[in-house]
């Protein structure tokens, strides 16, 4: 038996429409399989909540082996997990083409799945995987949803924790009075066509973060793209799903992707890429949808067809070049690389993004900020989340950077929270939702 190995490691299709994958004997031999393997090699012990509970259960279970270990415990492994994929993508040498042919994160989604097919899926959470309705919802009641939401109204917050189990310290993202593809139809811009990019084009996929939460990360990524010749439509068909996925909803995950594909297709066709704005996003476009559509071909050219926001602007200084006109920005960045930017496997492109601006100055945080989507906000994982993420909070911190920033939005307000518990007095950088807002600042097209 041989670690590691030559071959590229690859990750296989999620056998979701096999009754076998839900059914519960074989799930819980092959939970003792996989749990069984880690706890005698260890490596993922710092990643996250998941690997110290395993190991504390078997551990501490009667003969210290995983077979007296209740199965009924394995709930807590899995109940850790914020499908980061950094075990299965950074540390471990068992994934496939090696014959343990181990993934772990999908383990635990199946688990997932199988808890949701058996006992369904808890009204809260249900609610909150619904990304497009509660956005275009909360658009329209922004200051309202704002206020209701706000830290600092506890009567609001308590209420919230106890209708939707959202813990009540846990800095929730704001909605905007007006969405994404709304404020761009309204505010036309120029493409560059002295660029030495011009002529490609491009659909910004707007995600929901980005078409109802903050619209400034699509607004500066079309004033870039627009400097440097790239003509570009912001277009949010659907959600991409992730909510549903961390749920374990790999079906409705499935018809999503059928939904944006569909969405999509006519302007490949016309010759246009499509850049997600957010990591996750650009994840499931790219990764996880033909891994659970393998039957639709317009999800495989989909996933060809699709760019991470940072790489995409990384690709066109590579090819072709940058526009000119990109001035120094003062005090430096600590960068924050996000496990889903890490998951494409395409490189630190949001440093190398920073790293364009002139005399950059770049401190890079290269580390899984706890955050995990959702999942984070939830009382029963706030403090764990907080916990996990504070080396990335001790080393922003000390960068002393003028600038905060990470490609996942989420991860962004965590960090700082995670600052305030180290030293509340001490001076706080600001925070940007995305690299590509410092790469407007350079350009002073924002
Ligand atoms: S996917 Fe991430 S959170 Fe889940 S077990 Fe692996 S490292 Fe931990
Ligand atoms: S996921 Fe792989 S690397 Fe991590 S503890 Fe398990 S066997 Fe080891
Ligand atoms: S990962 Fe992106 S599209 Fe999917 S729910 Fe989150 S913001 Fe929306």
Known sequence: MR???????????????????????KLDAEMRRVLDICHGCRRCFNLCDSFPRL??????????????VASVDF???????????????TKCPYVPPHEFDLDFPHLMLRYRAVEAKKNGVGFADRQLAETDRNGALATKIAPLANWATDCSHHAARNALEKVAGLHHEAVLPKYSKKSLEALAKETPV?????????????????????????????????????KNGVETEILHPHCCGMPLLEQGLIGEVAASAKQVAAAFEPWIDKGYDIIALVPSCALMLKFEWPLIV?????????????YDLSEYVVGISRKEGLAEGLSPIEGGVAFHVSCHSRAQNIGRKGAELLGLVPQ???AVIERCSGHGGAWGYKTANFETALKVGKPVARQAQSSG???IVSECPLSGPHIVQGMERLDAEAKKPALLAHPIEILARAYGVK
């Open 3 to 25: 670690e590691g190995g030559l071959e590229a490691p690859f990750r296989r299709p999620l056998d979701w429409e096999n009754p076998d994958f839900y059914d519960e004997a």
């Open 55 to 68: 190991f504390d259960l078997v551990d501490e279970s009667a003969k210290g082996e995983i077979e007296t």
């Open 75 to 89: 709930k807590k492994v899995v109940d850790a997990c914020t499908l980061c994929d950094m075990c299965f993508l």
């Open 190 to 226: 120029e493409v560059n066509r002295e660029a030495p990019g011009f002529g490609r084009k491009a659909v910004i996929y707007a995600t929901c973060f980005g078409e109802y939460n903050d619209p400034s990360v699509g607004l500066a990524a079309r004033a870039v793209l627009a």
């Open 294 to 306: 393998t039957d639709d071909p317009k999800v495989k050219r989909l996933a060809a067809s699709t």
């Open 360 to 362: 950059a100055d770049v």
């Open 401 to 403: 950077k003028a600038y």
